[in-house]
């Protein structure tokens, strides 16, 4: 019902900055919430930043907090992740997720099983 589209990821160099894009189509009137994840080599996915569709709070990982921040624009349906100062450590693919149900703490939005929808991942390498 919720179809996501990630783009933006790329090549860079330590402390370089991208910007991640993701557009949501389908039933977007109902999206709650979308998020952003992360997988690297031979790592679990790790949540790194969601934000609210009613209230625009923001949730972000430790590990990005200060440099990472996230933004939508509901009218285009789209959310952003503004990455600054990026590590090599940073190297991952990123992957957009959203979800229509209801979450009631703030904790939540870091657990992968909170989004029902997920987009097909954009790469992100950050050299040193």
Same mark, same amino acid.
């Given at each position: ?50 934000? $609210?569709?009613? @209230?625009?709070?923001?949730? =972000? *990982?430790?590990?990005?907090? #200060? ?39 703030? $904790?939540?939005? @870091?657990?992968?099983?909170? =989004? *029902?929808?997920?987009?097909? #991942? ?7």
């Amino acid at each position: 019902q919720v179809q996501l589209v990630e783009s933006g990821g790329g090549l860079v160099q330590a402390g370089d900055s991208l910007r991640l894009s993701c557009v949501a189509s389908g039933r977007t009137f109902s999206i709650n919430r979308m998020g952003w994840f992360r997988q690297a080599p031979g790592k679990e996915r790790e949540f790194v930043a969601a934000i $609210s569709w009613s @209230s625009e709070r923001t949730y =972000y *990982a430790d590990s990005v907090k #200060g440099r990472f921040t996230i933004s939508r624009d509901n009218t285009k349906s789209t959310v952003f992740l503004q990455m600054n100062s990026l590590k090599p450590e940073d190297t991952a693919v990123y992957y957009c997720a959203a979800d229509t149900s209801r979450l009631f703490f703030g $904790s939540e939005y @870091s657990r992968g099983n909170a =989004y *029902a929808y997920w987009g097909q #991942g954009t790469q992100v390498t950050v050299s040193s």
